[in-house]
């Protein structure tokens, strides 16, 4: 009889632990904002992007200061339930493992002939998911596709028109 209540209870425990791991939810990709608008010359506007990305420590891949474009990633443990920048799916099981985010950061700045600077800032996100939390050596490694909730958009775009009002003494830009 004791047999048969723990082949139940293994059982039973056996299906949970399948129906949760099979909860898989998806986050749906929001409309943000992604294109800023600054009446400043360009080139105030790419050292404030500069100076985001080294202020906060994010490692510059590439930078092509003549066409605009600038190129930086990085990785750094987070709460599961703390990122404010990044949606990412999620499912039963990851409770109990451990994450890290990945955060590519690409960032465009172009002037047009009425000399405004555009400011177009793309964020991607991936988790890695480690089930096996202080071990992760031992366990199985995930990496997930995330979607922007805008909040690191925004964060980089009041960055950049700080540094700008801070060295020209005025602001003047737009969201697009």
Not at 15 to 22: H, I, T, Y
Not at 29 to 37: E, K, P
Not at 55 to 71: A, C, F, L, M
Request: hydrophobic share 35%.
């Amino acid at each position: 009889m004791n047999r048969l209540y723990h082949l139940c209870v293994v059982f039973v425990a056996a299906l949970f632990f399948l129906n949760v791991s099979s909860c898989m939810r998806f986050p749906v990709q929001l409309d943000i904002q992604r294109s800023f608008v600054f009446t400043e010359p360009i080139d105030v506007v790419w050292e404030g992007t500069i100076h985001y990305l080294s202020s906060n420590e994010i490692p510059i891949k590439t930078q092509d200061r003549d066409s605009g474009i600038v190129n930086a990633e990085t990785t750094h443990r987070i709460s599961r339930d703390d990122d404010e920048f990044a949606e990412c799916p999620t499912n039963g099981v990851d409770l109990f493992g451990d994450w890290d985010r990945h955060m590519k950061v690409h960032i465009i700045a172009s002037m047009d002939e009425s000399d405004t600077t555009t400011v177009t800032i793309n964020l991607e996100f991936s988790r890695v998911y480690y089930s096996a939390g202080f071990f992760r050596e031992l366990g199985e490694r995930t990496t997930l596709d995330c979607v922007s909730t805008g909040k690191g958009e925004q964060t980089i775009y009041e960055s950049i028109k700080k540094y700008v009002a801070d060295q020209t003494g005025e602001v003047d830009s737009q969201e697009q």
